[in-house]
């Protein structure tokens, strides 16, 4: 039986069938009203065998040719799915809707003695988008086997800088020289050097074209992982180092012919060679949002690197040191 009634300003849905209750609150009654229904037509499907018995395996299949493709992300999603199906394969051939959540807590801590917890996290994150969509869109299973289940806690943000000679060493080491960019080699710096301007990813940079620049107006247009739901593409400020950079490359169609897994190579090959280990290409966007603190207010800085979280910015993408900090006081 389910039951809708207000609770202070919310309305709270309780659902009580087949000796199993559940309940959640819901700002609107049409909402719960929606959620309990579900529920209940859930815990029938369920008592009675109606949902088909489809493995994890396939849901994740399923999964990455009709959800990922939509993504900016899909191939790190890809990777991440191929691995769990590569090394859980009692896990990933287990039927969907019988996965229960010590199931999903074993391979938790499985992960956590090989992986960092921000791994782990990222990976229970679509995991359970997984479940949701296979419950509410392909009607594959029932409640989620994520209910109650502890997701790591992060890893500490970096607050790694990146200094002016390491950058100059970096580029020379790749082999550039301003205004000439011509191998591979030397558009990764100057795909460094671009993010270190402008605050944009590695898979931004490379999406970069005649078309997304306009050099005269100083704004770049780049795709992000919200664009399927706003329809249009983010804009990004361009300072004008970053024009003098790019206003080579322009007139040829893509300003990089690069891939994500070339650039991260390359990069990875120079800073090895130099003995930059702890130097991430991804460290050029905090850098450069760091620097571009001192120069717009916090809400213009957010407005630069498309965050919608201030908190996120602040702890992850901010890193001045109080030492810095104190000096300018």
């Not at 009203?33 to 849901?59: D, I, M, S, Y």
């Not at 989620?144 to 502890?150: D, H, I, L, R, V």
């Not at 180092?241 to 994500?260: E, H, I, K, Y």
Request: include cysteine; charge should be positive; glycine fraction near 6%.
């Amino acid at each position: 039986m389910a039951y809708v009634r207000r609770q202070g300003k919310n309305w709270r849905a309780e659902v009580a069938r087949l000796g199993v209750r559940r309940s959640a609150t819901f700002q609107t009654k049409v909402e719960a009203v929606n959620w309990a229904a579900k529920e209940e037509a859930g815990l029938l499907a369920a008592k009675h065998g109606q949902f088909p018995r489809k493995t994890l395996a396939e849901a994740i299949k399923r999964y990455k040719e009709d959800v990922s493709p939509k993504k900016r992300g899909e191939r790190a999603e890809g990777l991440r799915f191929d691995a769990l199906v590569r090394d859980y394969p009692k896990l990933a051939a287990m039927v969907l809707h019988e996965v229960q959540t010590p199931d999903l807590v074993q391979w938790r801590d499985d992960r956590l003695k090989k992986v960092s917890p921000g791994a782990v996290r990222r990976d229970v994150n679509l995991l359970r988008n997984l479940f949701s969509v296979a419950r509410d869109e392909w009607k594959w299973c029932g409640e989620s086997p994520f209910k109650g289940f502890k997701v790591p806690a992060d890893n500490p943000p970096r607050d790694r800088r990146v200094k002016p000679a390491e950058v100059k060493r970096i580029c020379r080491w790749l082999g550039y020289r301003t205004g000439q960019v011509e191998g591979k080699q030397q558009q990764v710096a100057l795909a460094f050097l671009l993010g270190l301007r402008t605050a944009m990813r590695a898979s931004e940079l490379l999406s970069l074209s005649d078309a997304t620049v306009d050099l005269n107006r100083r704004v770049a247009r780049v795709p992000h992982k919200t664009q399927h739901l706003t329809g249009r593409m983010r804009e990004v400020p361009l300072t004008k180092a970053a024009v003098r950079l790019l206003r080579p490359r322009m007139g040829n169609g893509r300003v990089f012919d690069l891939t994500d897994k070339s650039l991260d190579a390359m990069f990875r090959k120079a800073k090895k060679a130099l003995l930059l280990a702890d130097v991430n290409f991804h460290d050029s966007r905090a850098e450069a949002l760091t620097r571009l603190s001192k120069r717009v207010d916090v809400l213009t800085l957010a407005r630069i690197s498309g965050h919608k979280d201030l908190q996120l910015l602040l702890q992850v993408y901010y890193r001045e040191s109080t030492a810095d900090i104190a000096a300018r006081l």
